[in-house]
């Protein structure tokens, strides 16, 4: 729009949207109306805002929606444009326009135009429906039957074999495989995984083949978690069969993952692949226990269980100490052997646990090992794995590393009341304040848990007179608490 004096300069500027523009139609010389893809946000204050921020500007503006109309030429930004520029079909009955109403009316007469669509209301222009309820008076769509997908699947997997380019049919196939996911059709995913992954191995090394390989291989971790689920359901027939459908597509997403050409991003997948593995073995584990403590599973089933679950947790070990980089390959590999504790499948945590290269990280993993034998009553087991964990703190170089390492492990040995324990790992510190801090919280919890005399016993035996007061007073502090804590259990008020 422009004006031809600065008087009608002025009005056009003082004017607000379309309507504001009606009252200077002899001032306003028409312009051709070409509507732009991009829109002009506005913070309500400026020339032609609403002050919604979504609004339009007049005369070679859009609507301000990021899904305006064209003029003729191009789309309506949706991607679901209608056969015409007209009403489409799913606009409701009250606001189609009446017979014989002329869309623009109200407009000065060089501008109206009823078959531009830049000047029809957007919601008279609406696209179509394609989901949701029907609305009255339309025909309720028909529901499909799983024999109907079955067919609809094998026709869009057969459309994407056809398809020339490799990396396009990657994408077709990766995208059909989530879909056969969300659908529950696994072994339908299954195929079109299979064809992806060999179909991506013939792309060139890359940004692109990368890109590909990472979603393909979030994609199969997906559909291991659903053969996983469908393998503990009740209900399922052959139930194994989907433990060994989920360890096939593991083994090709680490196979897929290998060909990453970045080193971080392929550690990254190889250790994600891995950890997966573990997680979903967890699952299998609890759902084990839980049929057991309703006495739904008998002795052959649960060794059943047992052997895919030394296999997967086998697998995801394998498959972790191929992980390139170092960084990634301990952190997995600390997780592994935590799940297996959980699952209690303890020869593959301790597994796990040492194959972890660095001293550090491998002590840090063993007392975590530790801990979950101790609590499920495997004493001696536990002291065995707490000796080991002890001795490969006391190699680690570094002090600084060696204080966390040695922190961890007392912290885990006063949670168990392995008191003495503690204090003898307190001599992995190189410091003497370091070890005080760490006697201190051994003696407080201690006393904490009902045995001062023993803490005091211990501290006038083994610790330096000059240093027994201050463990002497970590004593007190932690009777007090025990004191305290025993009022609040029995509702008596503390003052």
Known sequence: MKSTCPIRAWALMTGIGLGGMAQFGADIE??????RSESYPSSGASFGGTGTGNESSFGIGTTGTGVETGA???ST?????????GISEGTPAFMR???GMVIGEGMPEGL??????ALIPYDFISPRRSSGPPRPGEPAAPELTSEDLTKIYKQLYDNAMRLTDPEVRIRALDRLARSEIFGNKLN??????????????????GTIKNIRLVSLVTTSTNLSDGLIRESVEEGTEDRYSWVDKAKGVWQRAAELSGMITNPDLRSEMMSRVALDISEDAQTIAAKVSEYEQVNEIDKERKARYEQSLDELFDLAIDINNRVPMTVWRNE???????????ALRFDRALKAARSIRQNAPRALALSRVGEALARYDRGDQATEVFVEASQIAAAVKEDSVRHVVAGDLVDRLIALGRFRDARMASYLYGDDESRMKALGAVAENQARRGDPNRAVAWINAEIAPEHRSVLIKRVQDGAVQAIQSNLATGGDMIR
């Open 72 to 74: 003729g030429l191009g």
């Open 112 to 117: 109206r135009s009823p078959d531009n669509p």
């Open 332 to 342: 997995v590999a600390e997780k592994i052997a935590t799940k297996s504790a959980l």
């Open 30 to 35: 028409a312009q051709i109306i070409v509507p």
């Open 77 to 85: 930004g949706t991607g679901q444009e209608s056969d015409s520029a």
């Open 188 to 205: 339908e995913a299954v195929e079109a995984i299979r064809a992806a992954g060999e179909t991506a191995a013939t792309l060139p090394n």
């Open 97 to 99: 326009p009446t017979p």
